[in-house]
């Protein structure tokens, strides 16, 4: 699998382009809490409408702008990797066409013609949705890892002293799924 990723040299200005887009919708996924709690706390005081108040209705605006932009984001990034992983799958088509062009009719008898279709059709797809979800997952979980764990000392230290402890146990399950799946 990894030395099938050397394809993807041609989209790496575009790869560059969604980090820079998953990193920042993982900081404003990880802000949202915090300013949507403003929002929830302005309601009871609404009647009263003083300038402090303002200042917090103000916050709730900056706070829908932030969903909005999460949105956009996500738009974004769900459009690039779809583009670069099937741009991907284009490359390993064309490379898996140009080996069976070249393979001797005893090759043929021997791997089947049924054998190469569903190689050039389900493999690659599958090659396309691995690709599409290492690129999201790849910017996003360590940032949402460590502003998780930020966000959690911030509200209450035990509980980031259980989520630090079961991160071992998440850590080797994702691995060895990950080592499967690769």
């Known amino acids: ?29 990880l802000l949202i809490p915090d300013l949507l709690k403003e929002v929830v706390n302005l309601i009871p005081r609404l009647p009263n409408i003083d300038p402090p108040i303002a200042d917090m209705i103000a916050k709730g605006v900056i706070a829908m702008l932030a969903v909005f932009g999460v949105v956009v984001a996500e738009i974004i990034i769900s459009y690039l990797s779809s583009y670069i992983a099937f741009g991907f799958g284009k490359t390993l088509r064309q490379k898996l066409f140009e080996k069976v062009q070249n393979l001797s009719q005893t090759d ?10 569903t190689r050039t059709t389900s493999d690659i797809n599958q090659m396309q949705q691995v690709t599409m979800m290492i690129i999201r997952m790849m910017f996003s979980a360590p940032i949402m890892l460590i502003g998780g764990a930020i966000m959690a000392f911030r509200l209450d230290v035990q509980i980031t002293f259980v989520i630090l402890g079961a991160l071992p146990i998440l850590v080797a399950m994702i691995s060895f799924v990950g080592i499967k799946v690769v």
């Open 1 to 29: 699998m990894f030395k099938l990723w050397k394809n993807l040299k041609p989209y790496t200005v575009l790869l560059i382009i969604s980090a820079v887009f998953i990193i920042s919708k993982s900081f404003a996924d």
């Open 108 to 117: 043929f008898e021997k791997i089947g013609t049924s054998s190469l279709i």
